[in-house]
Structure formats: C-alpha cells, structure tokens
C-alpha cells in the first residue's frame, strides 16, 4: 500500500471516527430526550 | 373506516437515530460507494467526497429535517402539505410539486423492495449452499440472471424470486402496520446494531485473508490510492455529489416524513448531524473495506476492476458469491460468512425500504384518515401488483428506467425546487431560526450562506451536468437494445400514470381538507 493510499485511507476513516464520537459523547453528556419521551 | 387520529411519535431519540440512520445506510454504501472511489480518483476521491459533505450533504439534510419537521407542526406527513406550508399555502403550485416527494419514494419503494428481496434469497442459498460449487464468474452469473428472470429456470424455477419478494413485501408490511414506534423504531433498534456487527465482523475477516491472487492491502490500495490528475475532472466532483444524494437519502422526501413526527421542541441539528454521520462510518469504514478489498484479493487488481466495471451487483453478488466458495477453512464458515454479507445487505435494505413507504402511508392517513393498516395493505396491494412489472419485466431494463427517473436524476430536480423554497421563499433567516428550535448545537454561522448560495449553485450545477450529460442521452435511450424499446416506453408509461394518480390525490386530499374547513 503506498504511503499516500494509506494517508488518505488513515485520514478519511478518522475524520468520519471523531465525528461519530463527537456527536454521540454529545448526546450522551447532555442526556436529552425526545419531546414527551418517557423517564426510564 | 375514516376515524381521526392523532399524530404518530418517536419512543426514545436513539430510536429516531438508529431509524433516520437506517434510512440512509443502505446498498449504496456497501456497493455503490467502494466502485465510485475506485471509479473516480481512488483516495482523491474523497477530497470532493468529504466537500460535497460538508456543503451540499449536510446542509441539504438539515434543511430535509426542518421542512420535515416544520410541515409535521401543521399536521402534514408528506411534503405536497409541507411545501404548502413553506409558502404558507400562498403558492398553489406549490402542493403539486411537492408530489415528487410522494411519487419517488413509491416508486423507488417497488422496485428497492425487489432488489432487497434479492439479497434475502441469497442469504438463504448462503446457508443452504446451493451456490457452492459455481466458482467461476461466468457460472455465478448465469445463477443470477436464472434468478432475476422469471422465464429462466436453467438455474431456478421462475417463482423462486417471486417467493422471496412476497415474503419481503410481508416482512416489510408486518413492521410498517405496527407504526413508527412500534414497527420502524423497533426494526432499527434491532436490525442497525446486527448491521454492524455483521460490517464489522466481515471486514475484519477480509483484513485478515491470506494472499490470494494479491492481498487484503492491495486491495484497500485499490481504492484509496490518489491519482491527482483527477480532481481536476468535472466528473469526479459530480459523482462525489451525486454519491451524497444515495447515500444520505437526500431529495426523496422521506426524512421528510420521519422528522414530520417530531415536536418543535425536538433537537434537529445535532440529531441530524448524528444520523449523517453513522451512515458515513458506515460507508467510509466499513462499507470501503469489504467488497472491493475482497474482490482485489480473489481477482486480482485487474479482475477487480472489471467486476467494478460491471455495476453493484456485479461486485456484490456475482463476485462475492465466488469470493465465499474460495474463503479458506470448512464450508460451513464459509456458508456462514456468505449469509453475513448477504443479510448484512437485506437489513441494509429493509431499513432503507420502511423509509421509503412510510410517505405513502401517511399522506393516505392524513389526506384521505385512512387507518395505518389499510394504508399499509393498500401499499402493500400495489407494490405486489406494480412490482409484478419489475418481476416479468426486469431483463428488458424496465427497473433500471424506474431507478434513474425516480431513484437517480428525480432526487436533484427535487432537491433544486425544496432549496429554492427553502432558502428563498421561506426565508433562509426564517429557516435558520426553524432550524434551530429546540437545536443542542449551534450550526455554524458560515452555514448560512451556504445553505442560500453554495449548496443551490452546486445543486443546480449537477442538476445541468447531469441533464446533458445523462438525461438526455438516457431519455433518447442512446446504448439500449432497440429491441427493448418497447418495454423501456410501457416502463415510462407506467411511472407517468404513477406520477399523475399522485397529481390526482393530492389534488383530492386538498379538497377534501377545504371541505372540512368549509
């Protein structure tokens, strides 16, 4: 694999990482819930 | 029955995301995806990829959620009475061309429906192992095309597809009559994470398999290795685009419908922005580093790229049928494998096709207060009778003419009318407030001006390429076999006289609403 492939495969797969941990860690720290959703 | 019933809701919001999520994961990332990038500059591919994300992608989804959403407020399920309210029912046109977003997701429902079923059958050849034992592609391809056609059976009689396409369409009918939260919210809570565990679970393997004809990081290399040149190529920027479109769902009108059942003080963008990016951890991560990297490694560099040449199922059925008669170790893991891979692409499937009846169902339970189940067998009713066409019909290319009207080039004429109204006649400040109701992030301000200029003028820039480049010679049938001429204009026909029984409902569902009124 040259080293370029492997950037852009390195690069792509942890842009689109940190973006789903970003947005869930979100979620999950501020604990919202739907409109009308019910308590556990 | 004609009883009124309340609006329907989410349960939990990872329901809704699992839900939004599984409407956009679907064949495309595991198919379509991998062939664009080798397609299409390899590794540079996703430098217009990821810009295509983040100004036409993005935006265009948050605008879907808040149309969506906005439209729910005022009872409307389906966008015909979303755009109404847009041009707070000032603009009559407006409901009219707002039946796209009913007309495409029906019709891409039939045929999408067909082709999941597909993959249903031959989860269940994976178990049972009737393909074992074809190792050549040619012999794949002859049990495929048995398979497709019902008047083919040197491989299998002609009702095998029918069989699996009814007990789809039963399956799909079961989840959809049991409601949002009941039905759609329940199969996304279960089916996304045996999605990707399956992704996960074949990637590894592929990542893991000895060298064959080359090995597992050829085969990434495959895909990801730039080739500069070609970002300098129109064509490359556009089918990064248009790659936007299938992967998210965008221009269908059924996050429409989805994000209708949410109250103004719901979060959009963050849940939104969540939903984006699973499905492109789906396609990016996973759905890059299974079919391709496997077929690289079974076929070689140059095997590979005729398999890609020959479209998805190409890749995903014929090759990876010869793939899993190849994998080393005993037949059974093998078998097993072929049903991950397999299934894996009918959850895929399923997830994407309740998304795309649930317009449909609601603008029969809104426009005309049919109850959910008799909308649902009425759906049901006529995507077995219309999707007979698809069964009989499918080697003349009459699905392929339905996939490109309504499931290709609709989407960006759509998609051109929602921004415009969107951003000019509702008011991008207005929409930028709506947005933001109940928001848990605040969009980025640049987005603004994106959202009015930049993501219209990239979309009506793909709008015209496309148009000459695709449109034209599609609808002048350049390359068909004039032998099919005929069945490519009935399957015209028949989307026409779809399209105009849509025309006629909303144009009934409005009457009946001022009737009410008056």
Redesign the interface.
């Known amino acids: ?2 080293p ?6 390195v690069v ?2 942890a ?3 940190v ?2 941990v ?3 860690s ?2 999950l720290r ?1 604990g ?7 308590e556990d | 029955m004609t009883d009124f019933q309340p609006r329907e ?5 990872i329901g ?2 699992l839900a939004m999520a599984g409407n956009a994961v679907g064949l495309g990332n595991f198919l379509r995806f991998p062939v664009q990038a080798a397609q299409n500059g ?3 591919f ?1 430098i217009p990829y ?1 810009v295509s994300f983040l100004v036409l992608g993005i935006p265009l989804m948050w605008i879907e959620w808040g149309i969506g959403r906005y439209g729910g407020r005022f009872g409307h399920g389906t966008v015909p009475g979303m755009f109404d309210a847009l041009t707070d029912g000032r603009r009559r046109w407006a409901k009219y061309a707002g039946v796209l977003g009913l007309f495409m997701p029906f019709v891409v429902f039939i045929y999408y429906t067909y082709v999941v079923s597909w993959m249903l059958g031959f989860s269940f050849f994976s178990l049972t192992g009737s393909y074992f034992g074809l190792d050549e592609v040619e012999q794949m391809r002859v049990f495929l095309s048995s398979y497709q056609s019902l008047f083919d059976s040197s491989v299998h009689g002609g009702w095998v597809a029918l069989v699996f396409f009814l007990v789809t369409l039963a399956f799909l009918g079961w989840v959809l009559s049991r409601g949002i939260s009941g039905g759609i919210e329940k199969l996304a809570l279960i089916g996304m994470p045996i999605l990707f565990l399956f992704a996960f679970l074949l990637a590894a393997r592929v990542l893991t398999l000895p060298a064959a004809e080359s090995t597992p ?2 085969g ?2 495959f ?4 080739e500069w040149g070609s970002l300098a190529e129109p064509k490359v920027w556009l089918a990064a685009a248009g790659q936007m479109f299938f992967t998210l769902s965008l221009g269908m009108g059924t996050i429409h419908t989805y994000a209708s059942y ?2 103004e ?3 959009i963008t ?2 939104g ?2 939903t984006g ?2 499905n ?2 789906a396609e ?2 996973l759905g ?1 580093t299974i079919a391709i990297p496997a077929a690289v490694v079974f076929f070689g560099i140059e095997g590979a790229q005729d398999v890609a040449r020959g479209g998805s199922f190409d890749l995903g059925i014929v090759a990876m049928g010869v793939v899993f008669q190849g994998l080393p170790g005993p037949e059974l893991l093998a078998r097993l494998t072929g049903f991950l891979w397999f299934f894996l692409l009918f959850i895929a499937g399923i997830t994407s096709a309740v998304a795309q009846a649930s317009p449909a169902i609601s603008f029969m339970q809104e426009g005309f207060r049919w109850r959910r189940r008799k909308a649902v067998r009425a759906l049901m009713a006529a995507a077995l009778g219309i999707g007979m066409l698809h069964v009989i019909f499918y080697s003349k290319g009459f699905l392929d003419e339905w996939d490109y009207w309504a499931g290709t080039f609709g989407l960006v004429i759509f998609a051109a009318i929602e921004i415009a109204l969107f951003s000019f006649v509702f008011g991008i400040d207005r929409g930028w407030d709506e947005l933001h109701k ?1 928001a ?2 605040r969009i980025p301000p640049i987005y603004k001006p994106i959202m009015k200029w930049v993501t219209p003028a990239f979309l009506y820039t793909l709008l015209i390429w496309w148009g000459v480049t695709e449109a034209v010679p599609q609808l002048l049938m350049e390359g068909k076999d004039p032998a099919n001429f005929g069945y490519l204009w009935f399957s015209r026909a028949v989307l026409l006289v779809v399209l105009g029984i849509g025309l006629v409902l909303v144009r009934e569902a409005w009457r009946r609403k001022e009737g009410d009124r008056a």
Do not use: Q
């Not at chain 1, 919202?32 to 019910?38: I, P, Q, S, T």
């Not at chain 2, 809701?9 to 919001?13: K, V």
């Open positions: 694999m040259t370029f492939a492997l950037g852009f495969m792509s797969m842009s689109v990482t973006l789903v970003y947005c869930y979100r979620i501020d919202r819930r739907l409109d009308g959703e019910a | 809701r989410w349960g939990t919001r809704l995301i390899g590794g540079t996703m990821f990081l050829a990434l290399n895909i990801w290795n730039p949410l109250s003080r719901d979060d963050l849940t922005l969540s990016a699973t492109e951890f990016v991560v890059g109940g848990d992030l």
